[in-house]
T-cell receptor
Framework: DQQVKQNSPSLSVQEGRISILNCDYTNSMFDYFLWYKKYPAEGPTFLISISSIKDKNEDGRFTVFLNKSAKHLSLHIVPSQPGDSAVYFCAARISGSARQLTFGSGTQLTVLP | EAGVAQSPRYKIIEKRQSVAFWCNPISGHATLYWYQQILGQGPKLLIQFQNNGVVDDSQLPKDRFSAERLKGVDSTLKIQPAKLEDSAVYLC?????????????FGQGTRLTVV
């Protein structure tokens, strides 16, 4: 049972345009969400996060939106740059003593120059 | 600040052989995770340690996988005997474990190929 889903395995965007990566979750107990970015042959690196008490969090070119009623979150990258080309993983957590992450399957973003 | 260190980076073994991976987390991080990432999938948690105690190993195939974190610092993950379906990247991550929401920092991973 996949509790965190990224239904688009790949996305191509022109440099300078907006990239929108989507993520859906099924477990209503999740209350903290993170996006990780992964380059080939490297481990995932933390990008941005959002708590369920917010519906938006912004950090430079990256903004994450959370729609709790739809159990949906999205990552917006504006403007997109070729260096943003990577696999993006959505992850979710139930706050508490365990605090482990449940990951989606990832979306390969390619930003075309 | 030094990151999470893992070794080896790559390993090729034959099925039924054994293999071990090593992880040195970020200094001071109490929580350590081992994830398995099969090609085309997201990382899946195998085991989580808090200091030297196991918090969650519900998805660890205990008939062949074992992990330990002696002294609450370094950790090793072992597979014995390996199967073809164990081919994956094994990621170690750590977090300081304090506070409600803290991100995990990942190592570069060990790519295991079982032939």
């Amino acid at each position: 049972d996949q509790q965190v889903k990224q239904n688009s395995p790949s996305l191509s965007v022109q440099e300078g345009r907006i990239s929108i990566l989507n993520c859906d979750y099924t477990n209503s107990m999740f209350d903290y969400f993170l996006w990780y970015k992964k380059y080939p042959a490297e481990g995932p690196t933390f990008l941005i996060s959002i708590s369920s008490i917010k519906d938006k969090n912004e950090d430079g070119r990256f903004t994450v939106f959370l729609n709790k009623s739809a159990k949906h979150l999205s990552l917006h990258i504006v403007p997109s740059q070729p260096g943003d080309s990577a696999v993006y993983f959505c992850a979710a957590r139930i706050s508490g003593s365990a605090r482990q992450l449940t990951f989606g399957s990832g979306t390969q973003l390619t930003v075309l120059p | 600040e030094a990151g999470v260190a893992q070794s080896p980076r790559y390993k090729i073994i034959e099925k039924r052989q054994s293999v071990a991976f090593w992880c040195n987390p970020i200094s001071g991080h109490a929580t350590l995770y081992w994830y398995q990432q099969i090609l085309g999938q997201g990382p899946k948690l195998l085991i989580q340690f808090q200091n030297n105690g196991v918090v969650d190993d519900s998805q660890l195939p205990k008939d062949r996988f074992s992990a330990e974190r002696l002294k609450g610092v370094d950790s090793t993950l072992k597979i014995q005997p390996a199967k073809l379906e164990d081919s994956a990247v094994y990621l170690c991550a750590s977090s300081h474990g304090r506070g409600q929401n803290t991100e995990a920092f990942f190592g570069q991973g060990t790519r295991l190929t079982v032939v």
